[in-house]
């Protein structure tokens, strides 16, 4: 939209205001309008395209309450000028005004929150194939004669790899972003048999770090193998990335008759109380700085996301306590059995 196309939008903007302010309004209608649950009618529309508009021709949504507030303190002069008694019309006006603004942030946030979401689904999708090829190629190369050239293969796939799982983390956010959900597939599973295998992996990865698991009871259950494996491995990742590694980093399963509890343990600085209100939030690092260089686990501040959106697609819990004595515990509770609901995203089998 050029400028000429921006002015007369404000024009048309404006004419809604002045209709609005002449419609009549009850007592009640006003209440609900000054709440924010004012029905959708005209000026909602000519609001919420204005919002469009101004996204379209590149203009920010700070730019967009500054016109809002140009336009509301240029009428005021104009009526202050005029020296008349306009408290009534005044009062419509920014109840009107107001309204226009919220539905305009409202359709502009919602916009560009979609348009995010849609760009890190298709980037995460593009990138698969070409990094699948990369491990892929770098799987045959590994299988080289050459010592030196091994390991640059290895190197490769290493890297590859961190790289998938990001790719993987970036689909899984858009996900739940979008209201699909994390899906997960139950099948009968023993826990015992992901958990050893995740701690493996882990400890082949780290091999400096000191990772042990201590299983008890009955640990069979309808779960989504790999999406609880990938549970384990972000608490562990994450355990290992904030802990203190000289120290050894725990992971126990306990089966309860109806549910199993799953805790990751270790020692090192506690998580900072500020900190524990956005644990679980996407983009959340917890200990800023405090990670070390040679962990390995860098990726995109997911882990622990991702881990919690797993477990309520299963029906469970997840929460953490962490202080300078006891260290950090963070304890996954899961229904043996979860039960389906229309709200989670789960396929039976």
Known sequence: MDSIGLR????????????DMNSPQTHSEQSEKSKGNATDGELAKVGQAHALGRLESGISLKQLVSEFRALRASVHRKWEDSQSDLGGEVTRFNESIDEALAKSIARY?????????????ILGHDLRNPIGAILMAGGLLTELEGREDAEIARSIVNSAERMSRMVNDLLDLTRTRLGSGIPVSLHPMQLTTVCQQTVRELQVMHP?????????????GEWDRDRLAQTVSNLLANAIQYGDTSQPITVAALGKE??????????????????????????ARHMPGAQKSDTNVSGLGL????????????????????????????????????????????RLH
Do not use: C, W, Y
């Open 303 to 346: 882990g622990l996301f991702i881990a919690s959106e797993i477990v309520s697609a299963h029906g469970g819990t997840i929460h953490v306590e962490s202080t300078e004595k006891k260290g950090t515990t963070f304890e996954v509770e899961l229904p043996r059995h979860p039960a389906p609901r229309s709200k989670r995203n789960i």
């Open 258 to 283: 109806d549910r199993v509890i799953i805790t990751v343990h270790n020692e090192g600085p506690p998580i900072p109380p500020i900190a524990m209100k956005t644990i679980f939030a996407p983009m």
């Open 208 to 220: 400096k770090a000191i990772l042990k698991f201590f299983p008890t009871g009955d640990l069979s």
């Open 109 to 121: 946030s919602e916009t560009v929150d979609t348009t995010r979401e849609q760009f890190l689904a």
């Open 8 to 19: 007369d939008h404000a024009v048309e903007l404006l004419a809604a205001v002045v209709e």
